[in-house]
Each structure stands twice: as C-alpha cells, then as structure tokens.
C-alpha cells in the first residue's frame, strides 16, 4: 500500500538568517583550554534571550545550527520593529560574549558579533517524522546573504544584507535613521550566480540608539562642573 503524504502548505515568511562571526575559531580556543563549557553557557543564555522575545514580537525559531539560527516572522512584521529586534539580540550576544568568553581567550580571534540575512518569500511547510520543516527559496537566499555580508566589509558585525524585495515589502525606508546602502554581490547557485542589487543595513545606527545618545550628551552637558 502506498504511504500517504506527509501533511503540507504554502505559506508566506519573512526569513532571517544569523550568524556568530568567527565561532569556529572561538570554540577551538576554548577547547584548547578546556574552557567549552563558557560557550554552551553563551548559547543557552542566548537561546532563552531569543525564546523570550519571540512571544511579544512573534516569531519562530525555526531552527539552530551549530553558530547560528533562523527565525521566521509573519510578512506583515514592520521593518523598523524588526531591525529593533535584530539590534536587540545582537547586543545581547555582544554582553554575553563580554561576560562568558573576552577574557578565556588565548588568542586573537578577530571579528565576533553577529551577522543577518534577510529574504521574504513563499515556502513549503510539511511535516516529516513529527516535526515541522520548511522548504524554500528564500531559506537558502537569506543563508547566502549571510555569509556574503563580509565580502568587501571588513568589520560585519552588527550588519543586515537583504534582498530589495524583502526590504520594500517590510516597509523599511531610507530616511528612518538606519544606515542604509546599496550593494552588489553574486551568491553562489542563486538567479544563475549573477550580480544582484541588495540592501546593506548597520543595525547600530537605528533612531533609538541614537535618541539615546543624544539624550546622554544633553544629561553630561546639564551635569554641574565640578569644583
């Protein structure tokens, strides 16, 4: 008898896609003085960092990759709350790193922070052996976007790359107060390898960061001078 087929849809995902720079030479450090056990710290803390903010700002975590994960957001989320979000978790990575790693390190690892790519598109969600996986385009687009952020970036931490059509959908516009430019990069087996246009977002450059900035040089410039 043939075994029917497996439950399936089409459904409509925004797809993030997020990175530890340099985890693979961190974790090689780490083993080296017998200090992994500050890394499983890292990532669990950063888990339920993750696993808390998903219910207010509804999101999946789809899934974990070993030095990263991919989040799956409804296509109606706006682009300003979710480059809030991205923002969020990056710094958080950066305090954990901070508090679990800087210091057990022997040597020189270079970049450390995380990466982001970002596609918007349909995908196939099926179930196979009880659990729920997706099958799409835009899961291996987001993919390539991350990890062709560094391509003629020498410092990609804390950056987002994303397809144009993903960030026109979102509703992310030029004058919010992000730092927003104009790439090109070829990914590797995407629209035949040729050069695409895309959207290089620097997440530390948001209006909230800045606001806050502004309002801490307004309190240092009322402070009394010291006699």
Request: some cysteine; overall charge positive; aromatic content about 6%.
């Given at each position: 008898?043939?075994?029917?087929?497996?439950?399936?849809?089409?459904?409509?995902?925004?797809?993030?896609?997020?990175?530890?720079?340099?985890?693979?030479?961190?974790?090689?450090?780490?083993?080296?003085?017998?200090?992994e056990?500050?890394?499983?710290?890292?990532?669990?803390?950063?888990?339920?960092?993750?696993?808390?903010?998903?219910?207010?700002?509804?999101?999946?975590?789809?899934?974990?990759?070993?030095?990263?994960?991919?989040?799956?957001?409804?296509?109606?989320?706006?682009?300003?709350?979710?480059?809030?979000?991205?923002?969020g978790?990056?710094?958080?990575?950066?305090?954990?790193?901070?508090?679990?790693?800087?210091?057990?390190?022997?040597?020189?690892?270079?970049?450390?922070?995380?990466?982001?790519?970002?596609?918007?598109?349909?995908?196939?969600?099926?179930?196979?052996?009880?659990?729920?996986?997706?099958?799409?385009?835009?899961?291996?687009?987001?993919?390539?976007?991350?990890?062709?952020?560094?391509?003629?970036?020498?410092?990609?931490?804390?950056?987002?790359?994303?397809t144009?059509?993903?960030?026109?959908?979102?509703?992310?516009?030029?004058?919010?107060?992000?730092?927003?430019?104009?790439?090109?990069?070829?990914?590797?087996?995407?629209?035949?390898?040729?050069?695409?246009?895309?959207?290089?977002?620097?997440?530390?450059?948001?209006p909230?960061?800045?606001?806050?900035?502004?309002?801490?040089?307004?309190?240092?410039?009322?402070?009394?001078?010291?006699?």
């Amino acid at each position: 008898m043939t075994k029917p087929l497996d439950p399936k849809s089409i459904v409509t995902k925004i797809v993030v896609f997020f990175d530890l720079c340099s985890s693979t030479s961190i974790l090689e450090d780490l083993l080296a003085s017998e200090n992994e056990d500050a890394w499983c710290a890292l990532l669990l803390e950063l888990k339920e960092f993750i696993r808390v903010r998903k219910v207010s700002d509804e999101f999946e975590m789809y899934k974990f990759l070993g030095d990263g994960w991919i989040l799956l957001f409804e296509p109606n989320k706006r682009g300003e709350d979710l480059m809030l979000l991205l923002a969020g978790i990056a710094k958080e990575y950066e305090r954990l790193h901070q508090e679990h790693i800087h210091n057990r390190l022997s040597t020189e690892i270079g970049n450390t922070g995380l990466t982001f790519g970002i596609d918007r598109g349909k995908l196939m969600k099926v179930t196979m052996n009880r659990s729920t996986e997706y099958i799409g385009r835009s899961l291996n687009v987001a993919s390539r976007l991350q990890s062709s952020i560094k391509e003629k970036d020498s410092s990609p931490q804390g950056k987002v790359l994303m397809t144009r059509a993903a960030f026109n959908d979102i509703g992310l516009k030029a004058d919010t107060g992000y730092k927003i430019d104009d790439v090109t990069r070829k990914l590797r087996n995407i629209s035949g390898n040729s050069e695409l246009k895309l959207k290089k977002i620097s997440l530390f450059r948001s209006p909230a960061i800045r606001k806050s900035t502004i309002q801490l040089k307004t309190t240092k410039k009322m402070s009394p001078t010291r006699q």
